[in-house]
């Protein structure tokens, strides 16, 4: 008897629903409470909800009823019923109380601030040079068990509740300057001082402690107030003068198909005077892995180059070709951030590409990014300074392999379907069509180039071989079978 195959391992994932949840369902407050606490910092914000929703369903949906307007007020809520439940909502924070829920030895628990000063976690801790008060690690009592020594120290969440329902439940204050500063959401029951705060911070694996600084919550305990002595300007930004960075980068071929004297600048950058594809690095037995010697010469030589004269020059010349070609396409788009961050990649003729970031107005982004795939550039939301929220409103329809497409054409289709532009993979070269999650034009795309919608599921499943692109579950399917 032939021996049987073996069965293909399928993801324990249920098939997530290509319709949006119903207004008003338990779907739609699951996602809400998901994305407040995800905004308010846990790290496991699924395992959060469903504790929750199993051991105290009618007072989540009180609270999300009460809050699901405001996202940031949704999320302190969320997180005060889960130290309320001694549910945890951080990873951290479940690793701590693991034994407590095997039933190990939890006779001895480690300090509130010790917590933040584990070994395998990142040293942190207030600069006293900035508090006209000693800072400790906890507030500490005087031999008389009633008074406080005048002191500021820095919790996390869970014990600085512990901390707060200890000295201001019975609305009495400690007699003097008294304080604590607290790390996570503000809790409304309390008036508190939301601030950036000067601290020490070291990595565990830093040789050095940095001065930075972190938002924290400062509560007054005590009836004498303890300040900052740090000057603290607060500064408003006009949404209308908010930046976001676009990532443009002209493709040889098809930008000297377009303008046949962009030939003569890739010769000029290419020619030797200026760094390509970042620049030789040193290498190592692993990836990354250099004697601190060879990085130092690296960095030598990278400090020596920028100040050469030649790659000056190209610089300068590689961002006036970015600012005419910018300012050729888009007439009424102003540039916010000069160029900066330039690149020259490849080495074969005609595989080539020069690239550069700047700034422009959130308002102007879809207009610069539907101009993608004109005159041999491609316009994309940089990875640096681009916020989540700002990247998951857009997704690519990408085109099938077996039907290659130029860069114009594909751009012709982008202005067809009224899309945002082309976008080019970064390493298969294959193109795409950007467009808005969730929009018609998005539908009308997928329908038109992939034959479905499925390539717009923003769930996708991992399985070797299969490119991520096909990686949906209507597309595996029609891949495996």
């Given at each position: 008897?032939?021996?049987?195959?073996?069965?293909?391992?399928?993801?324990?994932?249920?098939?997530?629903?290509?319709?949006?949840?119903?207004?008003?369902?338990?779907?739609?407050?699951?996602?809400?409470?998901?994305?407040?606490?995800?905004?308010?910092?846990?790290?496991?914000?699924?395992?959060?909800?469903?504790?929750?929703?199993?051991l105290n369903a009618d007072e989540l949906q009180a609270t999300y009823d009460m809050h699901k307007t405001n996202t940031k007020k949704l999320g302190s809520a969320l997180i005060r019923m889960c130290a309320a439940n001694q549910i945890s909502y951080t990873l951290d924070h479940h690793q701590r109380s693991k034994p407590k829920r095997i039933g190990g030895d939890t006779s001895h628990p480690p300090a509130a601030s010790a917590r933040l000063q584990?070994?395998?976690?990142?040293?942190?801790?207030?600069?006293?040079?900035?508090?006209?008060?000693?800072?400790?690690?906890?507030?500490?009592?005087?031999?008389?068990?009633?008074?406080?020594?005048?002191?500021?120290?820095?919790?996390?969440?869970?014990?600085?509740?512990?901390?707060?329902?200890?000295?201001?439940?019975?609305?009495?204050?400690?007699?003097?300057?008294?304080?604590?500063?607290?790390?996570?959401?503000?809790?409304?029951?309390?008036?508190?001082?939301?601030?950036?705060?000067?601290?020490?911070?070291?990595?565990?694996?830093?040789?050095?402690?940095?001065?930075?600084?972190?938002?924290?919550?400062?509560?007054?305990?005590?009836?004498?107030?303890?300040?900052?002595?740090?000057?603290?300007?607060?500064?408003?930004?006009?949404?209308?003068?908010?930046?976001?960075?676009?990532?443009?980068?002209?493709?040889?071929?098809?930008?000297?198909?377009?303008?046949?004297?962009?030939?003569?600048?890739?010769?000029?950058?290419?020619?030797?005077?200026?760094?390509?594809?970042?620049?030789?690095?040193?290498?190592?037995?692993?990836?990354?892995?250099?004697?601190?010697?060879?990085?130092?010469?690296?960095?030598?030589?990278?400090?020596?180059?920028?100040?050469?004269?030649?790659?000056?020059?190209?610089?300068?010349?590689?961002?006036?070709?970015?600012?005419?070609?910018?300012?050729?396409?888009?007439?009424?788009?102003?540039?916010?951030?000069?160029?900066?961050?330039?690149?020259?990649?490849?080495?074969?003729?005609?595989?080539?590409?020069?690239?550069?970031?700047?700034?422009?107005?959130?308002?102007?982004?879809?207009?610069?990014?539907?101009?993608?795939?004109?005159?041999?550039?491609?316009?994309?939301?940089?990875?640096?300074?681009?916020?989540?929220?700002?990247?998951?409103?857009?997704?690519?329809?990408?085109?099938?392999?077996?039907?290659?497409?130029?860069?114009?054409?594909?751009?012709?289709?982008?202005?067809?379907?009224?899309?945002?532009?082309?976008?080019?993979?970064?390493?298969?070269?294959?193109?795409?069509?950007?467009?808005?999650?969730?929009?018609?034009?998005?539908?009308?795309?997928?329908?038109?180039?992939?034959?479905?919608?499925?390539?717009?599921?923003?769930?996708?499943?991992?399985?070797?071989?299969?490119?991520?692109?096909?990686?949906?579950?209507?597309?595996?399917?029609?891949?495996?079978?």
């Amino acid at each position: 008897m032939a021996p049987s195959k073996p069965e293909r391992r399928r993801s324990s994932k249920q098939p997530p629903s290509s319709r949006p949840a119903a207004e008003g369902s338990l779907l739609q407050r699951k996602q809400d409470c998901i994305a407040a606490f995800k905004q308010a910092g846990s790290d496991r914000p699924t395992a959060a909800y469903n504790g929750l929703a199993e051991l105290n369903a009618d007072e989540l949906q009180a609270t999300y009823d009460m809050h699901k307007t405001n996202t940031k007020k949704l999320g302190s809520a969320l997180i005060r019923m889960c130290a309320a439940n001694q549910i945890s909502y951080t990873l951290d924070h479940h690793q701590r109380s693991k034994p407590k829920r095997i039933g190990g030895d939890t006779s001895h628990p480690p300090a509130a601030s010790a917590r933040l000063q584990a070994a395998d976690a990142q040293f942190i801790a207030l600069d006293p040079a900035f508090w006209k008060v000693p800072v400790l690690a906890e507030p500490t009592s005087l031999d008389d068990g009633k008074t406080y020594k005048p002191s500021i120290s820095l919790h996390d969440y869970e014990s600085g509740e512990r901390l707060l329902q200890h000295h201001l439940v019975q609305g009495k204050r400690t007699t003097g300057q008294l304080a604590i500063a607290v790390m996570g959401p503000k809790n409304d029951n309390y008036v508190g001082t939301e601030l950036a705060v000067p601290v020490l911070k070291r990595h565990p694996k830093a040789p050095k402690v940095v001065h930075t600084h972190v938002p924290v919550t400062v509560y007054q305990l005590g009836t004498k107030e303890v300040a900052c002595t740090e000057k603290v300007a607060v500064a408003t930004i006009d949404p209308a003068d908010h930046v976001c960075w676009i990532r443009v980068t002209i493709h040889e071929t098809e930008a000297i198909a377009a303008v046949p004297s962009m030939h003569q600048a890739f010769e000029d950058q290419f020619s030797g005077g200026a760094p390509v594809n970042g620049g030789p690095r040193a290498k190592g037995p692993f990836r990354g892995d250099s004697a601190p010697q060879d990085k130092a010469r690296q960095n030598q030589k990278h400090r020596e180059s920028k100040k050469d004269a030649r790659r000056q020059e190209l610089d300068s010349q590689l961002q006036d070709t970015f600012k005419a070609l910018f300012h050729g396409n888009f007439k009424a788009v102003t540039i916010l951030e000069p160029c900066k961050s330039l690149g020259r990649y490849g080495s074969g003729v005609g595989k080539r590409s020069l690239a550069a970031t700047f700034g422009v107005s959130l308002q102007a982004v879809d207009k610069v990014l539907a101009g993608s795939g004109q005159l041999g550039a491609t316009y994309d939301l940089s990875n640096v300074g681009a916020d989540e929220p700002t990247a998951d409103k857009y997704q690519t329809v990408w085109f099938p392999e077996d039907q290659p497409i130029t860069m114009a054409d594909a751009f012709q289709k982008s202005v067809d379907f009224k899309a945002l532009g082309v976008v080019r993979h970064g390493k298969s070269g294959l193109l795409g069509i950007r467009v808005a999650r969730g929009s018609d034009a998005a539908k009308a795309a997928a329908v038109s180039i992939r034959g479905c919608e499925a390539t717009l599921a923003k769930t996708r499943y991992r399985i070797t071989g299969i490119a991520a692109r096909h990686a949906t579950l209507t597309q595996l399917a029609k891949t495996l079978t």
